[in-house]
């Protein structure tokens, strides 16, 4: 069973890559990366010092959308299969390291992606991971995110577990605010779901705590390039892929991914849109409608330590949430096409499963008369 072995974190982290390189002393590193953000970040540079200095062969893998696809997994495995390749090393955001993820365990194992008849062939190919972003915790768990006709698929394994994960906040650095604020708060997402999540246990309680602690005051700090912010927006992001890798993500998510595939989204904003309504609807659970393991007085014990922590009093959850994320420039403006029916009709049952509170078809149709009443300025993406 494959697991995070090392995790390095911090200012320097990545200084780490090089005792790493010749712990491992490869003749040939598949790196996957994205186009743009390889160079902005730093990214490259370190590669360059890092790396080529040292004659390895590097087989670059880039040719792949936003939201990682079975035949560009397909793409990069094939190019993968060209070279014997002894490491590979994922740089970038959530996409990058879970197209990396797919492509080794691909390379590993027998089966369809989609489904979980898996037959391993041979050992994975050790995989290091560094994010560029803060926000999907990619890097700590062991499950890939995949799309199929506008469907997203949750690929869990431990065998998707990258071996070593490099999380040096300078990569973020460069990060634009607009796409710092969605990364941050689909990190901070994860942490409270995490928290009030059915599956929760001490272990998960303690990095969701971590991440929630580390992210929620920092975050708008973060859009306005505080560093010292960033730094902890980092950290916290780890701390919430540790704990969504125990107990997965609930109804925010479960709502999210349609937004993504039909109105464009990108994640973490998607999953923003839902968020007030929930944070409020999971605080208060009546007795028939509660899933959770732990009694509903514990239960309703954690919530209130959650209120604390986010600020909020009996009852205002919904506006304070609401606020918040409007700080981050993320709107709750919806395009004039939205249709609720496509939102309806593609709700992921799994994730929706997790939650605490039983989500009624009442509840739903309550929420997406919610999101379409709506209306608030925008913030320039930028």
Known sequence: MNQLEEAYIGISAKDNLKKIIEIFAPRRIFLVRDKKSYELSGAKLLIDSVVRQKSIEIIDFFDFTENPKEEEVIKGLNLLETKHIDLIIALGGGTVIDMAKLIRFRNSYTGYLKHSDFKKSKEPIPLIAIPTTAGTGAEATHFAVLYDKKVKYSIAHPDMTPNIAIVDPEFTY????????????????????????INATTESDKYALKAIKLIYPNLLLAIKNDLAARNKISEGAYWAGKAIDIAKTTAPHAFSYPFTSYYNFPHGHAVALSFPFFIHYNMYIPENEYKGKISLKEYHSKMD??????????????????????????????????????????????????????????????????????????????
């Open 174 to 197: 460069t990060t634009p605010p607009y796409l710092t604020a969605c990364s941050g708060f689909d990190a901070l997402s994860q942490g409270i779901e995490a928290y009030w999540n």
């Open 305 to 382: 330590c959650l209120r604390f922590l986010l600020k909020m009093k009996n009852g205002n959850e919904y506006n304070v949430m609401k606020d918040y994320i409007s700080s981050l420039c993320l709107s709750f403006e919806l395009p004039q096409t939205f249709d609720k029916n496509i939102i309806l009709k593609n709700i992921n049952t799994e994730r929706l499963d997790n939650n605490p509170r039983l989500v009624t078809q009442k509840a739903i149709e309550q929420l997406c008369d919610t999101m379409i009443n709506f209306s608030d300025s925008t913030c320039e993406k930028n």
